[in-house]
């Protein structure tokens, strides 16, 4: 069955996920996690061992650091909604983010290579 359901879950997705090729977290709640991968909808978190659940929104904030980019580093802070725990990590989608953060958001991940 997981065969089946991962061609959908490509399908819906708008933009490729991209790796951060450095230290680059997420903060919930004080804590750091790793940001294993990231594109403008959303980000996926592993691993993650902290107290959200599905259907929860969560303040974020997140940095993604890509070492030896022309880019360097970019923080973004917003509200995400948790759509799935588990042992894959902690995915959400962003859902309130300021205009002048998503835009950052957006020109920065436009100009990373993208591998599908």
Do not use: C, F
Not at 79 to 91: C, E, P
């Amino acid at each position: 069955m997981k065969n089946t359901m991962l061609p959908r879950l490509k399908e819906r997705r708008r933009h490729i996920r991209l790796h951060p090729k450095g230290d680059a977290y997420v903060r919930i709640d004080g804590r750091d996690y790793p940001l294993h991968d990231w594109s403008p909808e959303g980000l996926l978190i592993h691993p993650y061992r902290g107290g959200l659940i599905p259907n929860q929104k969560a303040r974020v904030e997140a940095v993604i650091r890509d070492i030896q980019a022309p880019d360097g580093t970019i923080r973004l802070n917003g509200m995400v909604l948790v759509t799935r725990i588990d042992s894959g990590g902690l995915a959400a989608r962003w859902l309130i983010m300021p205009p002048s953060q998503r835009e950052k958001l957006l020109h920065y991940y436009a100009r990373k290579p993208k591998k599908a």
